[in-house]
């Protein structure tokens, strides 16, 4: 926590994982400071000492909060949502919970890991964007044939939940590796995005300008 008080946020504005903190954080309307740190910057910012000791995967995001450092962003939004239960961020039905979390896991343990800085290191340059497409698109398609029998509104249902903070960063995420073929991508984009769901930036206006998709996504989402 700062002196004020707030939590704070260590974060990098590209990160996927970061971003879907960066949505909790604002659905729940708690005001935070963020640290940056940059993933390429200086060699990676992630492998110096002092964020080492913070956190010691060497990865975004990390949230002081409490007294308490917590990463790993699903730990750190169920952290969230048990500190400070409104609004809600998780459904009440046990089988709406369970379909939440089977999404959030998908993303953040299907998708995102295998197309993460450190992985496409490991992978000679010239697979490497093969190497995240395929990750990207048979994560995606699973993920659609989920949706189409837990959507409503949103990812689960009519309420927003925590997969809304996945699908979104994931997209965009998705998208830069696609590009300019974002719109391949069998999604749903009326449950990926909620106009609180923010946190997105001009970075992704940037990037993902002109891109069928991706526009879509943006122009539901309010830029900061
Ligand atoms: N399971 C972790 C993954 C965190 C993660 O992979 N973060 C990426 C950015 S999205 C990172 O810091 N990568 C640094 C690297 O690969 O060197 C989470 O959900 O927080």
Redesign the pocket.
Known sequence: MTESGKPILYS?FR????WRVRIALALKGIDYETVPIN?IKDG?Q?FSKDFQALNPM????ALKIDGITI????AIIEYLEETRPTPRLLPQDPKKRASVRMISDLI?GGI??LQ???VLKQVEEKFQLTWAQNAIISGFNALEQILQSTAGTYCVGDEVSCPQASPGPATAAASLMLTPGCHSLPLRLSHLSHPEAGGAHSFLRRHLQGDLCCGALLSSLPLH
């Open positions: 990098y990160s996927s994982c970061s993933l990676g992630q060497k990865q975004v995001p990463h790993q962003s699903l953040a995102q890991p993460n800085l450190s």
